[in-house]
Structures are given as structure tokens and as C-alpha cells.
């Protein structure tokens, strides 16, 4: 039986609102588990396992187990990987009063030489940048950095992550795309947050990104399907720019002449995700709830 139904229970279904309770009803009927051309073949509980869980255990969307040297072709984890191997060699890493990176370590990581993002519109940067922000954020979002004495210092516990590049890419890169607090980077609440679906995402380039198409087809292919609170473009930026760019996984073009952005997939994405075909869940009969 899935966590979920442990997790709710009978008195926890009855603490949700009528029309919450009847979203998960219909999520664990016959009707919600069957494959849906509005989800590309999958069920709506697979897209609420997508949303939900990103690329946990029920989730069709897999991170494969590869070699070493695949996941450090991915830009934001090569430099992930090695802000961590800056701080294995000082033991640690003394954030400037502002609680940013240091210049030093800042010009050590090259960032422009790996990756070149711009923030969003009316976001100002200091010398760390928004990709440094982000490493710096994401290592204490994932708990393998703590401060200690103004210094950003490992969480002894994070060894076992830090020394697997599988576990490593897996905990960062679903982080990111799923969990991270987005308000320490540009103010908006999580929700409204434009990296979203991406799980979905990779369905959609596994079957149509083999060819270059208008950036516009995966966000409307997505958007549609629930009202997620943001503005198209928000969600081409964050989701393709900012995260499926960064982490190598699509080339994003501008054609001349042309104001839109084209999308295919990367090698790498082959190389590292994993797409099961559609199995419907088999699930014991939900228990009854009273109105």
C-alpha cells in the first residue's frame, strides 16, 4: 500500500476538504490509474507522483546509476562537485559578512567557463552571482554544509552522499527541481515558482526532443494541465534556462529572426534519465471515508 495512504489514513482523509478528498478518490480509483493521452500515456496518479516525488521510487521517471565521468558533464553539477572538493581541501569555506561565496572561490570555480545565467528581471547580483547563490543554497538545502563559526563546514553525516557521484547528482539535482526554497532567490513562495514538472518534462523530450521545437510546445503541453499559478514565460525561464539548461539535460536556440526559443534534448539526458513505460498501480481498496 503506498506511503500516501499511510501517511492520510482514515482520520486524515476526513481532515481534508470535500473537494480535496474527492482529487485523491478519483486519484486512487480505476479512472485515475488507468494511461491517459493527456499525460502522454501515463496515469494521473503517475503525474501526481511526478509532481509530488519527482524521481522517487514511484515516479515512472528514473536518475540512472552511470559512470563518474557522465554525471560531471552535467555544468551545475561539475561545479557543485567541485565546490565540495574545495571545501574537502580547507576543511572549510568562510563565507564573506554578507553570507556570500568569497571572490577567491568565486574565481576558482570560473563559473562563466561552465555555465552563464542571467538572473531574473529586477533581481540584483553581487560578485557571487546567481550561480553561486545557487550552489551555495543548494549545498545547505541538501544538508551536506552547516555553518560553524561564520564557515560553511561539511555535516559529518553527508560522507556517504559526498563520496558517490550517483547519490551526489540524485539528492542535488532533485533538490533542485523539486524541493528548493526559491524566496532566498528571487522573493516569490514556492508555489509560484516556475520549475515545476520537470519530471513530465523529460516524458515529453524523451518522445519529441529528438528535434529541435518551439520552446512554447513544453510549456503548453504542461500548463495545461492545471492552473500552477505562473506566467509562460516564467516557466520557459526557470524551468528550461534555469534548470534543464544548467543541468545539461536540453540545447535551447534562438533561431534568426525569430523572438522564440527552440528546444531539443541533450546526450545527456539518454545518458542519465530513465523513462519506464506506463504499469498501472495496483493498490488495496481505499477504505471508506465519511462526508
Same mark, same amino acid.
Given at each position: 500500500m503506498?506511503?500516501?495512504?499511510?501517511? $492520510?489514513? &482514515?482520520?486524515?482523509?476526513?481532515?481534508?476538504? =470535500? #473537494?480535496?478528498?474527492?482529487?485523491?478518490? /478519483?486519484? *486512487?480509483?480505476?479512472?485515475?490509474?488507468?494511461?491517459?493521452?493527456?499525460?502522454?500515456?501515463?496515469?494521473?496518479?503517475?503525474?501526481?507522483?511526478?509532481?509530488?516525488?519527482?524521481?522517487?521510487? $514511484?515516479? &515512472?521517471?528514473?536518475?540512472?546509476?552511470?559512470d =563518474? #565521468?557522465?554525471?560531471?558533464?552535467?555544468? /551545475?553539477? *561539475?561545479?557543485?562537485?567541485?565546490?565540495?572538493?574545495?571545501?574537502?581541501?580547507?576543511g572549510?569555506?568562510?563565507l564573506?559578512?554578507?553570507?556570500?561565496?568569497?571572490?577567491?572561490?568565486?574565481?576558482?570555480?570560473?563559473?562563466?567557463?561552465?555555465?552563464?545565467?542571467?538572473?531574473p528581471?529586477?533581481?540584483?547580483?553581487?560578485?557571487?552571482?546567481?550561480?553561486?547563490?545557487?550552489?551555495?543554497?543548494?549545498?545547505?538545502?541538501?544538508n551536506?554544509?552547516?555553518?560553524?563559526?561564520?564557515?560553511?563546514?561539511?555535516?559529518?553525516?553527508s560522507?556517504?552522499?559526498?563520496?558517490?557521484?550517483?547519490k551526489?547528482?540524485?539528492?542535488?539535482?532533485?533538490?533542485?527541481?523539486?524541493?528548493?526554497?526559491?524566496?532566498?532567490?528571487?522573493?516569490?513562495?514556492?508555489?509560484?515558482?516556475?520549475?515545476?514538472?520537470?519530471?513530465?518534462?523529460?516524458?515529453?523530450?524523451?518522445?519529441?526532443g529528438?528535434?529541435?521545437?518551439?520552446?512554447s510546445?513544453?510549456?503548453?503541453?504542461?500548463?495545461?494541465?492545471?492552473?500552477?499559478?505562473?506566467?509562460?514565460q516564467?516557466?520557459?525561464?526557470?524551468?528550461?534556462?534555469?534548470?534543464?539548461?544548467?543541468?545539461?539535460?536540453?540545447?535551447?536556440?534562438?533561431?534568426?529572426?525569430?523572438?522564440?526559443?527552440?528546444?531539443?534534448?541533450?546526450?545527456?539526458?539518454?545518458?542519465?534519465?530513465?523513462?519506464?513505460?506506463?504499469?498501472?498501480?495496483?493498490?488495496?481498496?481505499?477504505?471508506?471515508?465519511?462526508?
Amino acid at each position: 500500500m503506498f506511503d500516501l495512504l499511510h501517511k $492520510f489514513g &482514515p482520520q486524515g482523509f476526513n481532515a481534508l476538504s =470535500d #473537494e480535496e478528498r474527492d482529487f485523491y478518490q /478519483m486519484l *486512487f480509483s480505476e479512472e485515475g490509474r488507468q494511461p491517459n493521452p493527456f499525460f502522454e500515456g501515463y496515469s494521473h496518479m503517475d503525474f501526481f507522483m511526478m509532481l509530488q516525488f519527482g524521481y522517487g521510487a $514511484f515516479s &515512472p521517471v528514473q536518475i540512472k546509476e552511470t559512470d =563518474d #565521468e557522465v554525471y560531471m558533464k552535467s555544468p /551545475m553539477f *561539475f561545479l557543485a562537485r567541485k565546490l565540495c572538493d574545495i571545501i574537502e581541501r580547507e576543511g572549510y569555506i568562510k563565507l564573506s559578512k554578507e553570507g556570500l561565496l568569497p571572490l577567491d572561490v568565486m574565481t576558482e570555480l570560473n563559473v562563466q567557463d561552465r555555465l552563464n545565467l542571467n538572473p531574473p528581471a529586477g533581481t540584483c547580483m553581487d560578485h557571487e552571482g546567481l550561480v553561486g547563490k545557487l550552489l551555495r543554497l543548494l549545498l545547505f538545502e541538501c544538508n551536506i554544509v552547516r555553518m560553524q563559526n561564520k564557515r560553511m563546514v561539511f555535516r559529518k553525516a553527508s560522507l556517504k552522499v559526498r563520496s558517490d557521484n550517483h547519490k551526489l547528482f540524485s539528492l542535488l539535482f532533485s533538490t533542485f527541481s523539486i524541493d528548493l526554497d526559491w524566496k532566498q532567490i528571487d522573493g516569490l513562495p514556492a508555489f509560484k515558482r516556475g520549475i515545476m514538472g520537470c519530471p513530465f518534462q523529460f516524458i515529453l523530450l524523451k518522445n519529441y526532443g529528438h528535434i529541435s521545437k518551439n520552446c512554447s510546445f513544453y510549456s503548453e503541453s504542461f500548463l495545461r494541465l492545471g492552473d500552477f499559478g505562473f506566467e509562460e514565460q516564467n516557466y520557459l525561464w526557470y524551468t528550461f534556462e534555469l534548470c534543464l539548461q544548467a543541468w545539461g539535460f536540453v540545447v535551447i536556440e534562438k533561431k534568426e529572426h525569430s523572438q522564440d526559443y527552440f528546444v531539443r534534448r541533450s546526450a545527456l539526458l539518454d545518458e542519465i534519465i530513465h523513462i519506464n513505460p506506463f504499469k498501472e498501480f495496483v493498490i488495496e481498496p481505499i477504505m471508506s471515508v465519511s462526508k
